[in-house]
């Protein structure tokens, strides 16, 4: 099925670095999101973006929506053991009933 | 306030049996968006519910199906089953159909073929 390609696969960091990852696709967007999963569980929304351009924060998260509408980024700052698990990025089109279309994931490690 | 919940939270059958599984929105959401997560492969859209109707489905066999009821609640039934429909299935609701009214996950239910 079509994916976003989603980068880095894979990160492997030190509590304290600042982390980031970014999205890309050939098609525009309306609405990014990225979200976070662990072991056992459901992806957790952890910011939604809705226009292009647009930068949010949600405590040390930072997302930006590209303004292509092709691309977005996810900042961690100050990484903590927490932040582990696999991070995803979707992507959505107002027209796509509903779908959302998501990266391959990028997952975190934290070494204390 | 109560997350989305599915169930049960594992289920194995054997190949050539049917399995359904269940799910219960947010309180107040309206859309019931169904996913398949298999190992390599990821997250890929299966089907959307909406106000009872289905709305729209991601490339997918027809022996899966679903409903909505009148509650809201929602049914993936998966016919015939095959050793490739393992995976973890995740249900998603939203406050409705536009793209301003994001998905929340619940926690899935794993489904293993033997």
């Known amino acids: 099925g079509q994916q976003l390609n989603q980068s880095p696969q894979s990160m492997f960091i030190q509590e304290g670095e600042d982390v980031s990852m970014n999205c890309t696709s050939s098609?525009?967007?309306?609405?990014w999101l990225w979200y976070k999963q662990e072991p056992g569980e459901g992806p957790v929304l952890l910011i939604a973006l809705y226009k292009a351009g647009e930068l949010t924060s949600n405590g040390r998260l930072t997302a930006q929506f590209g303004i292509t509408r092709k691309d977005s980024f996810l900042n961690i700052s100050a990484s903590i053991p927490s932040d582990v698990g696999i991070y995803f990025c979707a992507g959505q089109l107002n027209n796509q009933g509903g779908k959302l279309i998501f990266g391959q994931g990028t997952e975190l490690s934290v070494k204390p | 306030e109560a997350g989305v919940t599915q169930s049960p939270t594992h289920l194995i059958k054997t190949r050539g049996q049917q399995a359904t599984l269940r799910c219960s929105p947010i309180s107040g959401h309206t859309s019931v968006y169904w996913y398949q997560q298999a190992l390599g492969l990821g997250l890929q859209f299966l089907l959307w519910?909406?106000?009872?109707?289905?709305?729209n489905r991601g490339n997918f066999p027809p022996r899966f199906s679903g409903r909505q009821f009148p509650n809201y609640s929602s049914e993936l039934n998966v016919n015939a089953l095959e050793l490739e429909d393992s995976a973890l299935y995740l249900c998603?609701?939203?406050?409705?159909?536009?793209?301003?009214?994001?998905?929340?996950f619940g926690d899935g239910t794993r489904l293993s073929i033997l």
């Open positions: 998603a609701s939203s406050g409705g159909q536009g793209a301003d009214q994001p998905q929340h």
């Open positions: 519910y909406d106000e009872g109707e289905e709305r």
């Open positions: 098609s525009i967007f309306n609405t």
